[in-house]
């Protein structure tokens, strides 16, 4: 099982492809609230360069509020990553994370229930990316 699904988004810049994936994100209910730019973070913390690289913190209140309910310690896989990422030829890909495999150790049928919700979501925004 892949923990994570993606698509290579030819024809457009980092910058749009962050711009795009966080309006499909909205779309299917979720807010970014974190961003943290790793090739930024490297160079500043431990002077290497580094392709583009960001992580988005997405998450969907209304799911989130759902899964915390039903097991308090699930804020450990809280937000949903997404990451953005410039390969060296120039394509830019977006992966998401796949729920269903990151909680694969909880045994919590409930959750089981939400992530599949959640990953249906998820692979909506990543299918919609153009």
Known sequence: M??????????????EAIDRTTEELKKEGFGVLTTID????LKKKID??????????ACNPQFAYKALSGEDK????LPCNVVVEEHDNG???VSAVD???SMISVKNEQLGV?????QQKLKRVIDQLN
């Open 2 to 15: 892949s923990y994570y699904f993606s698509k290579i988004l030819k024809g457009k810049s980092f910058e």
């Open 74 to 77: 699930i804020g450990v896989f």
């Open 91 to 93: 394509d830019v890909e």
């Open 38 to 41: 790793v090739k930024e973070t």
């Open 99 to 101: 729920p269903i495999a």
């Open 48 to 57: 290497v360069d580094f392709k583009k690289y960001k992580i988005l913190g």
């Open 114 to 118: 939400i992530a599949t919700e959640v």
